[in-house]
């Protein structure tokens, strides 16, 4: 049940090499080249997957490091999250959006 959930909110940050490692793949969305990447986090007990969303142009201003805001899920149960939060860049700015969910062990 989604009651048994709990969320807590905090921020990662990505070096562009870690980055690069990940899946990339492309989407257009609104006329906008949006990058997808997706991430994957151990947090604890659990493994977590983060796809990323980012502008093409915001991507390419962004200087080494990328400060993502994320929301992380504590998973008490076989609970599975799959949301949308914006991600803020160091600035506040919003550079696109993170999935988060978990994976199964």
Known sequence: MIEKQTICQGYICLH???????YVDFHNKNNDLYISMI???????STHMMRLY???EEKKILDEFLVCEIVFGQFLDQIVLMKNYPILDFQGKSVGT????EIGE
Do not use: P, V, W
Not at 39 to 45: A, D, Q, R, V, Y
Not at 98 to 101: G, N, Q, S, V
């Open 98 to 101: 993170a999935y988060l969910t």
């Open 16 to 22: 562009r090499k870690d980055i690069a490692a990940d």
């Open 39 to 45: 991430l994957f986090m151990k947090i604890e007990n």
């Open 54 to 56: 980012l502008k093409d």
